[in-house]
């Protein structure tokens, strides 16, 4: 029972344009959000996180916007990059079990 | 300065060994973690330390079993390696539970023959 999921496994976009991943969830228990970034033979690495009381982050070039009735984040990149490619990793938690459920990942390539 | 290193990066062994993979962090973090990547790359949490203790023990078959001498260390041991165990094993690290970001080390792919 996968209750984080990313139904996209990969998406391509042009240098310059918006970069949209899409992850949905289950559990409406869920109150912590993350997106990861991973680079082949590399641990994920953290990029940015948002929690259930907002629906929007923002951090540089990536944005994070959540919506709770319709159990779904999303996490845009604008202007997409070359060195932006890589796979998307988004992670939910509950506050106070201690662990991350990690989607599947979305392998984001951007064409030069 | 490598924040979380795992060693070894490759491990390739014969079904029915024991091996072990150990992890450090250098971040003064009290929570450390195992992840599993299988190969349809579900990323899944396997165990996790707060402060030397368990707290996050998934249904793992009792073949692995973590140890965490102290709160930079968080070592895996597996017994009886079984053709199944073949994956990526990420350590990770937070500065406590949630509401914090991880950070994952490079990974160690374990392939078992």
């Known amino acids: 029972d996968q209750q984080v999921k990313q139904n996209s496994p990969s998406l391509s976009v042009q240098e310059g344009r918006i970069s949209i991943l899409n992850c949905d969830y289950t559990?409406?228990?869920?109150?912590?959000f993350l997106w990861y970034k991973k680079y082949p033979a590399e641990g994920p690495t953290f990029l940015i996180s948002?929690?259930?009381?907002?629906d929007k982050n923002e951090d540089g070039r990536f944005t994070v916007f959540l919506n709770k009735s319709a159990k779904h984040l999303s996490l845009h990149i604008v202007p997409s990059q070359p060195g932006d490619s890589a796979v998307y990793f988004c992670?939910?938690?509950?506050?106070?079990?201690?662990?991350?459920?990690f989607g599947t990942g979305t392998r984001l390539k951007v064409l030069a | 300065d490598t924040a979380v290193s795992q060693t070894p990066k490759y491990l390739v062994t014969q079904m029915g060994n024991d091996k072990s993979i150990k992890c450090e962090q250098n971040?003064?973090?009290?929570?450390m973690y195992w992840y599993k990547q299988d190969s349809k790359k579900f990323l899944k949490i396997m165990f996790s330390?707060?402060?030397?203790?368990?707290?996050i023990n998934e249904t793992v078959p009792n073949r692995f079993s973590p140890k965490s001498p102290d709160k930079a260390h968080l070592n895996l041991h597996i017994n009886s390696l079984e053709l199944g165990d073949s994956a990526v094993y990420f350590c990770?690290?937070?500065?406590?539970?949630?509401?914090?970001?991880?950070?994952f080390g490079p990974g160690t792919r374990l392939t078992v023959l």
């Open positions: 971040l003064g973090h009290d929570t």
């Open positions: 948002i929690s259930s009381i907002k």
């Open positions: 992670a939910a938690s509950v506050s106070g079990t201690y662990k991350y459920i």
């Open positions: 559990n409406s228990m869920f109150d912590y």
């Open positions: 330390y707060n402060n030397k203790e368990l707290i």
């Open positions: 990770a690290s937070s500065q406590d539970t949630i509401g914090y970001e991880q950070f």
